[in-house]
């Protein structure tokens, strides 16, 4: 069974910053790609960033410039970096990977629970 356990969501005055983290628990071989997807109120679930195994990113025109995704191989931990948020940034922000395991015969996706991410003064 695997896990992805978001923390780091909040409130935060618009300009502030957050930093989310996920880690990923369990039984499994290796991580493919990680990334981070919201979805606000009466909207789509969308594409936030991802970062491949090898440290490849990926960013929503929306974000670039402002947010910043990196991982930890060793700790299967993903993170964002959030700055210059904008009230348009609420969302409930979910974690996302691709997770092969031992003896296994296809990549296998897992969401986590996601975090609330709210941008208001």
Do not use: H
Request: aromatic letters at 12%.
């Amino acid at each position: 069974q695997v896990q992805l356990v978001e923390s780091g969501g909040g409130l935060v005055q618009p300009g502030g910053s957050l930093r989310l983290s996920c880690a990923a628990s369990g039984s499994f071989f290796s991580i493919n790609s990680m990334g981070w997807y919201r979805q606000a109120p009466g909207k789509q679930r969308e594409l936030v960033a991802t970062v491949s195994s090898g440290g490849t990113t990926n960013y929503a025109d929306s974000v670039k410039g402002r947010f910043t995704i990196s991982r930890n191989n060793a700790k299967n931990t993903v993170y964002l970096q959030m700055n210059s948020l904008k009230p348009d940034d609420t969302a409930v922000y979910y974690c996302n990977a691709d997770i092969w395991f031992q003896g296994g015969s296809r990549w296998n996706n897992y969401w986590g629970q996601g975090t609330q991410v709210t941008v208001s003064s």
